[in-house]
Structure formats: C-alpha cells, structure tokens
C-alpha cells in the first residue's frame, strides 16, 4: 500500500508539471499575440529558450539554494521512493522558469537576447530561490519569527507572491532599465498606439494559462492526500471575478479582458486553499478592476513601457494577493483560519523588496557592462529579423 500511494504521488505531481509546463506556451501566445508582428518570432523563441536555461540553473544551482537538496548522486540513490524528489524538482521548476517568462513580457521588443538569457540564470540560479527557501522552506527562521510574533507563518499556497509578484516586481527594474520604446512616447508627452498584432493569439495564451493554472494552484498540494476542491473552486470563482471586473472596468476591451482572468488567478494563488469561494469572487474581482486601472496607469500617466503589463499584473496583483489571504482568509469572513494579516503584509513586503534589490543589480548591471537593448536599427527592422534572422510570415512587410 506505501508502494501504491508514492506511486500515486509521483503520477499526481508530474501530471501538476505538465500542466505547468504546458503554461509557457500560453505565456509565449500571449506576448505573441501583444507584440508587433515584426516580434512574433522572438517572443515564441524567448520563452522556450528561457525554459531550458532556467532548468540548467535551478538544476545546478537554485534548487540546492532553495532546498538544501542536490542532485550530485548515482541514479539508485535519486529513483528512491520511485523518483519523487525527482517529479518535485520538475514540478517546482515549472513555477521557477515562470519568472523569467513574466519578464519576458514587459521587456519585449526592445532586449538583446544573450544579455536576457544571462539575467534569466542569475535570477532563477540565485534571487528567486533564496526567497522561495524562505516562505517555502523556512530558511532563515523569518517563518518561524512570524509565527512567533505573530500567531502563524506567512501563507502562499500557490505563489502570489514567491512567483507572481517576486516576477513582476523583476520586470519593472527591467524595463526601467531598458527603457520604453523607440517611438511610444512623443517629445511633447503624447503616447503612440503600438497595437496587438493578433487579438486570436492573445486570447489563445490567456486560456492555455486558464487552463494550466489548475494545475498550478491544485496541484501546490504536492501529494495527492493533501489534494482539496476548495482550491479549484476558489480558482474558478477568482478567474470569473477577474475577467467580469475587467470586461466591465475596461469596456469590453479584449486585451482587458482575457488579461483580468489572469489577474484574478494571479490573485488567488496565496489564499486559495483558505478562503470562501465569495471571498475568492472578491478577491479576483478586485484584480481585474486593478489590472485595468494600473495597466492604464503604467502606460500612459507614468510612461512606463510595460509591453503585457506584467508589473500591474504579476507583481501589484499578486501583491493584493498575498494580502487578500490575510483578510478574507480569516474565520470571520468565512475562511479557514489560522492566518495572520501582519504576517501576510510582512512576508509580501519581503517578496518585494528582494525582488527589487536583486533586479535592479542583475539588470543595472547588465546594462553598465555587457548592454540590454537593441540599437535603433535594429529594434525598428524587429527582433525576428535582428536577432533569430527570419521572420513569422513570408510577407515582404514585417515593421507594423
């Protein structure tokens, strides 16, 4: 019976990194979809390419830094308990590749390529883990103090914070390092329509992201006796919150919409496995309305050129996230308890500021050595062109 349950274990985890896997390609389509048509090429190259460095550096790397763990052994040794530890590396990989895949999004249409590549291995070899250690690992005895000071850790179930917002605060340094792009603001203030270049494909990345992110929330369960409905259901009801919020707030704009239905998932991730499924309508609403507002915000009031939006959405709605799990968490409104606001708004703070910190210094640094953009020629003729030499049709016209 031991056998049959780790054996179930095992099929439930690799069937969770699948699922997860099967994500990046609804981040590729999305940042497809968003971009001009002269860097579709790049954006479906960036994220599978960005995917096998990440495995590199978390294999040799980030795993170790998060876990204590390493994979330095004969195989008998790591098909013990029939390779669990093996699917959990796979599994948690999955959730390490997605920052460098959130990034890619805001930085699009103007990065260099080997330079984003190097960013991708310091961050997912060394910032990211050293914070997931600590909410998930309890490095650092920060959990332990929370707990302490404040009756219960800091929750994240799923990685409103560890992922999303640890992410999306990431890409904002990038892109403030970068810089917008050439032509999306006029020297007298104005902003420069750069618009989608296929509304199908964005909407075929935000529900292959739907979709997989039922593995991604119900699967952080890890084994399959810890496995609970409440978490689909609050998924659901986050998402449904999100996409109306935003079809409403934005008009029915499309871009809106099918990004409001990532913010509400992005939102619900901390708290899924505590909160009533209302509350989690709540929560998803409230991202989908936030999304909106700040997506705005962020690129025409403050001339920030976020291409997806992945700071209003990664990272400020997984930050309401991880606070939202403080509040409708609680037992008073319906929740299941033992989570603290305090220990909620400290642990998101955290997140934040080592995102921030490292960000800045790897893209910083990249910037003042080795560059992280392309030149004007070359970010006019497109990256397909500039960087991987072909482009995604055989038109003649590649630079609308």
């Not at 883990?129 to 690992?137: D, K, L, R, T, V």
């Not at 990004?259 to 409230?286: E, F, K, R, T, W």
Request: hydrophobic share 50%; charged share 10%; net charge neutral.
């Amino acid at each position: 019976m031991e056998q049959l349950h780790t054996s179930a274990d095992v099929l439930f985890i690799l069937l969770g990194a699948i699922m997860i896997l099967a994500m990046h390609a609804g981040f590729a389509f999305l940042e497809l979809g968003t971009v001009r048509k002269k860097n579709q090429v790049n954006a479906l190259v960036k994220i599978l390419v960005d995917f096998s460095v990440s495995t590199l550096a978390y294999f040799f790397i980030g795993y170790g830094i998060a876990y204590g763990m390493h994979f330095f052994s004969g195989a008998e040794v790591l098909s013990q308990r029939n390779g669990y530890d093996l699917t959990k590396f796979f599994f948690l990989l999955t959730f390490a590749a997605a920052i460098p895949a959130i990034i890619s999004g805001g930085i699009a249409e103007r990065a260099r390529f080997n330079p984003q590549l190097a960013a991708t291995f310091l961050i997912v070899g060394f910032i990211y883990p050293f914070f997931e250690g600590i909410a998930w690992n309890g490095a650092f005895g920060f959990q332990s103090w929370l707990k302490a000071s404040f009756g219960a850790e800091f929750h994240d179930f799923a990685g409103s914070i560890v992922v999303h917002a640890v992410g999306g605060w990431i890409g904002l340094m990038a892109v403030l390092q970068l810089g917008a792009r050439h032509g999306r603001y006029t020297r007298d203030g104005a902003v420069a329509a750069h618009p989608p270049s296929s509304i199908p494909f964005l909407a075929l990345g935000s529900w292959i992201l739907i979709v997989g992110w039922f593995g991604f929330n119900v699967m952080s369960a890890q084994t399959l006796d810890k496995i609970t409905g409440l978490v689909a259901m609050n998924s659901l009801m986050a998402m449904v919150g999100g996409t109306l919020a935003a079809t409403l707030v934005g008009r029915n704009d499309p871009g809106f919409v099918h990004n409001g239905a990532l913010a509400g998932l992005v939102a619900i991730c901390a708290g899924s496995d505590l909160v009533h499924p209302l509350g989690a309508l709540i929560i998803g609403a409230i991202a989908g309305a936030l999304f909106v507002r700040l997506f705005t915000c962020t690129q025409n009031r403050w001339k920030i050129d976020d291409v997806l939006g992945v700071w209003p959405l990664h990272g400020l709605c997984g930050t309401w996230g991880g606070i939202a799990a403080g509040i409708f968490g609680s037992a008073a409104l319906g929740g299941l308890g033992n989570v603290s606001f305090v220990s909620q708004l400290l642990g998101t703070l955290l997140g934040i500021a080592v995102a921030v910190i490292g960000g800045f210094a790897v893209y910083a640094t990249l910037k003042r050595t080795v560059g992280l953009r392309l030149d004007r020629e070359e970010e006019f003729n497109g990256a397909d062109l500039s960087i991987h030499k072909i482009g995604s049709t055989a038109e003649s016209d590649t630079h609308w």
